[in-house]
């Protein structure tokens, strides 16, 4: 099979395209081709050698998502048969023309939702509603902060806070609040020139319930500061680095919570329990249609250094697809 292999690390320029071993599925796994795989963070992250697959495997290729069509299935397998369409997350090495995955981390393609377009829901969509639910408590009535509420992870949040009955304020870049708005956000915060803290406090003077933040650095203290009582920030990513300097009184004096979360290293038991609930409480979303994917443009896959180039431009307003 061909897929993206990193023989070391760096700019876009080294990703390269080689034929590798077709992978082989072990007794409880599924083998699928690869519609469609999907460009995130964490995969500019890995290019440039500083957030490696958890797993170690080699060849080592990048990508943390895909959709496309079962093409065998190990001998415990009873969920999925050969022609299913299907979509999922893996740790890696989705950048590629077949991928082989655990049946339970498996989710169906919903009918209303084209198999390439697929592969824009897994990553960011798991990630939004593990993070603003399940972790945040985001509940029908309540206040969420969303920031990059134009990446794959802020687009998906709009919309899930919007299907629960929350109500939810984004930052995003200049440029792209026309995006959100139309997703549905209730106050969109551009981030520059404007101070987003206080427009926000303006407009939810009590805090934000739950806020969920992809970016870090000195975000850090101003979420702390637009947290409302006993309410949670959930840090997602670290865009803009991990250290920082904080008063960490904030934390004591709003009685409140500032929780980190991954989906990429959690053991297999616990991204199958995530995936199970999302079928079945998030999947029929998007077949009603109150749910859809947010693609920002899609690249063949020779053109994966392209598509690398568009997320570090900031460019992109919902998913970049690598389309096989």
Avoid at 220 to 241: C, F
Avoid at 293 to 315: G, K, T, Y
């Amino acid at each position: 099979m061909r897929a993206v292999v990193l023989h070391n690390h760096g700019g876009p320029e080294v990703l390269s395209i080689d034929e590798v071993p077709d992978p082989t599925p072990g007794p409880d796994e599924v083998v699928v081709r690869v519609a469609a795989t999907a460009l995130n963070r964490a995969d500019l992250l890995q290019r440039r050698g500083l957030y490696p697959d958890p797993t170690g495997r080699r060849p080592e290729i990048p990508g943390l998502e895909f959709a496309g069509e079962v093409v065998e299935v190990g001998t415990r397998v009873t969920a999925w048969r050969p022609g299913d369409r299907v979509m999922g997350i893996e740790s890696g090495g989705c950048y590629a023309e077949v991928v082989v995955t655990h049946e339970r981390q498996l989710l169906p393609v919903p009918t209303t939702v084209d198999l390439v377009d697929a592969a824009a829901i897994p990553e960011v969509f798991l990630t939004a509603w593990d993070a603003l639910v399940l972790q945040g408590g985001l509940t029908s009535g309540r206040w969420a902060l969303v920031h990059a509420g134009a990446s794959g992870v802020g687009t998906a949040a709009i919309q899930i806070a919007g299907a629960i009955g929350a109500r939810i304020a984004v930052t995003c870049s200049t440029g792209k609040a026309s995006v959100c708005r139309e997703l549905g956000a209730d106050l969109v915060l551009e981030r520059s020139p404007h101070d987003w803290l206080a427009d926000a406090l303006g407009t939810v003077p009590q805090g934000f319930d739950v806020v969920l933040d992809v970016i870090g650095g000195d975000e850090i203290e101003r979420n702390l500061r637009a947290v409302a009582l006993r309410g949670t920030v959930v840090q997602v990513g670290l865009m803009a680095g991990g250290r920082t300097s904080i008063d960490a009184g904030l934390l004591l004096g709003r009685r409140s919570r500032w929780i980190g979360t991954t989906l990429r290293t959690r053991p297999l038991e616990e991204k199958a329990a995530v995936s199970r609930r999302f079928a079945a409480e998030v999947l029929p979303l998007f077949e009603s249609g109150r749910l859809r994917p947010v693609i920002d443009s899609r690249f063949p896959f020779d053109r994966v250094a392209e598509a690398h180039e568009l997320m570090e431009a900031n460019a992109n307003a919902g998913k970049i697809l690598l389309v096989l």
